[in-house]
């Protein structure tokens, strides 16, 4: 796979080099090498003098995994300093075996870059193929079709340190240790499930109830192919646990938590095309909830579900998504022998929103009695476009009405507003 990535190399102390950022192909296969390739530009009118680096860093992030440092060789026969005449370009490569580790999406980034990542789909070839193939690549040229940015070789990335400089030495284990490398062992394996996050506010509750959860899921099997659709590999385990607390309390008492834990098929494209949607998905499994005491306040459910997952829209923009996440009861404890009364029997998921801007998400529930039931919704905005690149997660603002926001108090009614952040959505 050959990737044009922009970056700053060498150090350039009189004069200035433009470089090229030509996109990578969405796809990759593990039996042909990771290549990164820089294209340079002189634009200066007097020329334009730049040291090439032997090595290169580059991080891979799988899923929600902390990105993972790769070191790449400059391509052999690369001069090691280049000088441009104006308009003139070189093209470097950089090259490396993919990571065992590596699989299915993956974001490519080069630290200290302000370039966007960019995002590849790695298929898995057995080991016998991937010895067979050794030739590296010849390096890339950008065309002059594609698209083309240009940034100043001059800043914090000077030198080779600073373009080997991913990961620090002591996060990468040798290949033979013994210890067990569980960073290896969860990228691209457990990742965000429902949304997590912290938040308070008002509710009609005299005091108020601050609210938390925590989720997350275990993808138990990394298929070699990502677009697998087998039972075994795309099945996971997901906890949840919801808390609302009474903070404002002198002893701060948590009112209830539920917990949850889930065993479930998830396809997040199942292929299915159709000209109304942009992508459907689904979801499809067993769900235990609790609140874990005993005697009256005990209250308990478990339902078998099955979640289709509509997309409509570009998924990489604003766009629309609905998800009905339809249920029987495979189990109801005697305690809440009616909450079918208040919840129904479907949980309604609509959001609009883009992956890197905002997103409304509302959860729609309707009783099977009465005017029972309820609205969950939840505002989310990246942290990082009100405060800057550093910073992580989203500012959340929600709000709900209705019944069951809990389990204890399922059958009595609440309206609460909070805002708080949130680590994912």
Known sequence: MALAVAMLAGHV??????????????????????????????????????????TLSVTLTNGDALPKAVLLTREPGAPEHVR????????????????????????????????????????????SMATASAAPPAAAVASASAPLATVPAEGPMAGNE?????????????????????????????????PTYFADGWSSDDNGLAKFQLSLKFRFVLPDD????GFVDNLYFAYTQTSLWDIREYSAPFRDTSYMPALFYYL???????????????????????????????????????????????INANHLTIA????????????????????????????FGSPDGWQLATTLRKGTKSTYGSIDT??????????????????????FNGYAEDLLDYNQHRWAARIGFALSR
Do not use: C
């Open 268 to 314: 997040a494209d199942t292929g299915w095309k159709a000209n109304w949607f942009t992508r459907m998905g689904l979801e499809t499994g067993y769900e235990h909830e609790s609140n874990g005491r005993d005697g009256p306040e005990s209250r308990g459910i478990d339902i078998l579900y099955v979640k289709p997952i509509w997309d409509f829209g570009d």
């Open 13 to 54: 102390p009189v004069s200035r080099a433009a470089v090229s950022i030509l996109r990578p192909p969405r796809e990759a296969r593990s039996d042909e090498p990771l290549v990164v390739t820089i294209v340079y530009t002189g634009d200066a009118p007097g020329g334009t003098s730049l040291d090439v680096p032997r």
């Open 378 to 399: 939840q505002f989310t905005y990246p942290l990082a476009k009100l405060f800057g690149d550093a910073w992580g997660g989203y500012l959340w603002i929600g709000y």
């Open 226 to 229: 990502p677009r697998s659709r």
């Open 162 to 194: 600073a373009l080997a400089a991913g990961m620090p030495p002591s996060s990468v284990k040798p290949s033979n240790s013994v210890v067990p490398d569980l960073g290896a062992f969860l990228a691209g394996r457990l990742s965000a499930y429902q």
């Open 84 to 127: 441009l005449a104006s308009g003139e370009m070189k093209a470097v490569s950089y090259s490396a075996a993919w990571p065992e580790w590596a699989r299915g999406a993956l974001r490519v980034d080069v630290p200290g870059v302000d370039v966007s990542p960019s995002v590849v789909l790695l298929t898995r070839k057995p080991e």
């Open 324 to 351: 009905p996440k339809i249920y029987g009861y495979a189990h109801i404890a005697g305690e809440n022998s009616d909450i079918a009364d208040y919840r129904g029997y479907v949980d309604l998921l609509i959001k």
